[in-house]
Structure formats: structure tokens, C-alpha cells
């Protein structure tokens, strides 16, 4: 079993739909959860950040991470073209400089 | 604010011949990373860096090395180049100092091996 399981998509959504992108991870012990945004030709850029269970929210995207079901997810409200990329999500536990990351969702939002 | 600077951007390399892929840092991280894409694979870690003079193995080692001179710098060299080394490789830095920090990423340099 992969620590961390992405679906790779690809997914297609109408402009101003609310996506919905989910990982699951296998190793009780992360406690760090990142999503990062990849452009075509891009490097990866943090996009959100949490180390807790819950909700966190930045303007239109939300972390959610349930540790209980060790399952994390990223929604994006009323989508724009521009959030048209590849999104990957990363964990790491407390100590660990290493981040695992999931193979990445592309996400292409249709105007 | 520059961040992670990776040079060259692109190259093509001919079977056995040898490279370095250059990364400088200028955010005073101490750790830094070198990964490779590849289409559907995700991010896999070749080596990484917790301070100057200090490195270690990551996931895919084989056919690399590094060194770390300084804290700005990590070159990555390909000894043997080889088919299966085509890939896009990132650079990547954090501060580590405590609390795991989220890791900051070039723009990449896509390598393709002939």
C-alpha cells in the first residue's frame, strides 16, 4: 500500500463549480498536510498549510483533514480558469524532513 | 526575492555524458532538496541536504550525486547519463527548526537524455 493514495484525475469542471480533491494516507503518525499548485512548466508552489485536524480556510480554498479517517482534502469555491493545474497534496510527520507526496490531481476548469 | 533559482532550464544530453544541474537558494534555508517528475509519478526525492557539508540519500539515488559547499548552493550532477534519467528535476529548500516547514520549489529544469 502507497503511504499516499491521489486520485490523478484528469477532472474537468465548469467555471464557479466547487471542486473537490482528496487524498488518503496510510501512516497515523503524519501530522503535516500541505496542497501545492503546479503549472504547466512550473514548479510546485504551497498553496495551503495545517498540521491539525479541522477545517482552514484561505479566500476561496479550504484544507479539510480528518485524521480519524486519515484523509485530507482541498476545496477550491467558485473555480476560475486560472486554477486550471496540477494539485498535489504532501504529509510528513513531526521530525521528519522528508515529504511524501501524492502523484498530483490535474484539475482543468472550463470557462 | 528571487527563492530557488535552478539553471539551465532545459538540456539535451547524448547517452554517457555528464552534467550538473544547478540550484542556489538566497531565503537562508538550511535544508535543500533535489526531486525528479516524471508524467504520473509524483515527486520522487534524489538526495537531500540539512546543512553545508551534510547530505544524504533519498528515494532514487542511483546514477547521482551532490555536494553542499555552501548554504545557497546544491548541485546535482549526472555522471553516466542515461535513458531513464530523462526526467524534470526540481530543487527544493525549507527551514527546518522545529515545527516541519513546508518546502519551497524551483521552476524546474527538464532534461532529456538521447
Known amino acids: 500500500q502507497k503511504e499516499v493514495e491521489q486520485d490523478p484525475g484528469p477532472l474537468s469542471v465548469p467555471e464557479g463549480a466547487i471542486v473537490s480533491l482528496n487524498c488518503t494516507y496510510s501512516n497515523s503518525a503524519f501530522q503535516y498536510f500541505m496542497w501545492y499548485r503546479q503549472y504547466s512548466r512550473k514548479g510546485p508552489e504551497l498553496l495551503m498549510y495545517t498540521y491539525s485536524s479541522g477545517n482552514k480556510e484561505d479566500g476561496r480554498f479550504t484544507a479539510q483533514v480528518d485524521k480519524s479517517s486519515k484523509y485530507i482534502s482541498l476545496f477550491i469555491r467558485d473555480s476560475q480558469p486560472s486554477d486550471s493545474a496540477t494539485y498535489l497534496c504532501?504529509?510528513?510527520?513531526?521530525?521528519?524532513?522528508?515529504?511524501?507526496f501524492g502523484t498530483g490531481t490535474r484539475l482543468t476548469i472550463i470557462p | 526575492n528571487a527563492g530557488v533559482t535552478q539553471t539551465p532550464k532545459f538540456r539535451i544530453l547524448k547517452i554517457g555524458q555528464s552534467m550538473t544541474l544547478q540550484c542556489t537558494q538566497d531565503?537562508?534555508?538550511?535544508?535543500m532538496y533535489w526531486y525528479r517528475q516524471d508524467p504520473g509519478m509524483g515527486l520522487k526525492l534524489i538526495y537531500y541536504s540539512v546543512g553545508a557539508g551534510i547530505t544524504d540519500k533519498g528515494e532514487v539515488p542511483n546514477g547521482y550525486n551532490v555536494s553542499r559547499s555552501t548554504t545557497e548552493d546544491f548541485p546535482l550532477r549526472l555522471e553516466l547519463a542515461a535513458p531513464s534519467q530523462t526526467s524534470v528535476y526540481f530543487c527544493?529548500?525549507?527551514?527546518?527548526?522545529?515545527?516541519?516547514?513546508?518546502?519551497?520549489f524551483g521552476d524546474g529544469t527538464r532534461l532529456s537524455i538521447l
Open positions: 504532501a504529509i510528513s510527520n513531526f521530525g521528519n524532513e522528508k515529504l511524501t
Open positions: 527544493a529548500s525549507s527551514w527546518i527548526g522545529g515545527r516541519v516547514q513546508p518546502q519551497h
Open positions: 531565503m537562508n534555508h538550511n535544508y
